[in-house]
C-alpha cells in the first residue's frame, strides 16, 4: 500500500501570502490529485495529474511533481483559499494523505 | 449539473447493519466509476470502497474489507454501500462520489454526505 505524507499538518499564512503544500508518496505514483475542503462542505477537486486543474479552478492554483514528490502552490491566498487541502493517488485503488490546514495568520 | 444526493444514514447500535444509497443524475451513470469515501468528525478523508462501472472490478479499504458491500444499479443510477457489524469507529460522514473515468482515477463530483453514528 502506497502511503501519502502530507506536510506541514498546518501552514499560517497571511492573505496575499503564497503558499506551498507538500505530498511525498511511500513509493512512485503515477497520478496525483489534490482537493479542498472547507469546513462543512464535501470535498472538491483542485488539480488531478499532477499539475491539470479542474474546470472552474482559479489559475492562482498550480500542481507540479513527479515520482514520489508533489506539489500544491496557491500564489496569493484569496480569503476563500484558507482550508484543508488534501492530496490523493490512484496506483490501483485511491487513497489519501493526511492533509494540510491552511489557515489564518 | 451533476447531483449525488446520498441516504440511509443515521444511528446505529454496535453490530447492527445499515444500507447507504446514493442517487446520481446529471452525468452517464453507466460510464462512471463511483466510491463511498468516509469522514470522521474532524479528520481526514478515508477512501471506502470503488467499483467500477460494469461492477467487474471493486475494492475496499482493508479497513472495511469483510463487513462492507459496495453495489450499484446502472439501470436505477443508484450507488449502494452495505454496512454490516457496525463499530463505534465506522462513525463518519459516508460521502458517494464521482470518478472521472469508468475505472478508478481521481474523484470529480462528490455528493453532501450522508451521517452514519455508531453508539450504544
Known amino acids: 500500500e502506497i502511503v501519502l505524507t502530507q506536510s506541514p499538518a498546518t501552514l499560517s499564512l497571511s492573505p496575499g501570502e503564497r503558499a506551498t503544500l507538500s505530498c511525498r508518496a511511500s513509493q512512485s505514483v503515477t497520478y496525483l490529485a489534490w482537493y479542498q475542503q472547507k469546513p462543512g462542505q464535501a470535498p472538491r477537486l483542485l488539480i488531478y495529474?499532477?499539475?491539470n486543474r479542474a474546470t472552474g479552478i482559479p489559475g492562482r492554483f498550480s500542481g507540479s511533481g513527479s515520482g514520489t514528490d508533489f506539489t500544491l502552490t496557491i500564489s496569493g491566498l484569496e480569503p476563500e483559499d484558507f482550508a484543508v487541502y488534501y492530496c490523493q493517488q490512484r496506483t490501483s485503488w485511491p487513497f489519501f494523505g493526511g492533509g494540510t490546514k491552511v489557515e489564518i495568520k | 449539473e451533476v447531483h449525488l444526493v446520498e441516504s440511509g444514514g443515521g444511528l446505529v447500535r454496535p453490530g447492527r447493519s445499515l444500507r447507504l444509497s446514493c442517487a446520481a443524475s446529471g452525468f452517464n451513470f453507466d460510464y462512471s466509476a463511483m466510491h463511498w469515501v468516509r469522514q470522521a468528525p474532524g479528520k481526514g478523508l478515508e477512501w471506502v470502497s470503488g467499483?467500477?462501472?460494469?461492477?467487474?472490478?471493486?475494492g475496499y479499504a482493508d479497513s472495511v474489507k469483510g463487513r462492507f458491500t459496495i453495489s450499484r444499479d446502472n439501470a436505477k443510477n443508484s450507488l449502494y454501500l452495505q454496512i454490516s457489524s457496525l463499530r463505534p469507529e465506522d462513525t463518519a460522514f459516508y460521502y458517494c462520489?464521482?470518478?472521472?473515468?469508468?475505472?478508478?482515477?481521481?474523484?470529480?463530483?462528490w455528493g453532501q454526505g450522508t451521517l452514519v453514528t455508531v453508539s450504544s
Open positions: 462520489v464521482k470518478d472521472n473515468s469508468f475505472l478508478p482515477t481521481f474523484f470529480d463530483a
Open positions: 467499483i467500477s462501472w460494469s461492477s467487474g472490478h471493486i
Open positions: 495529474d499532477a499539475s
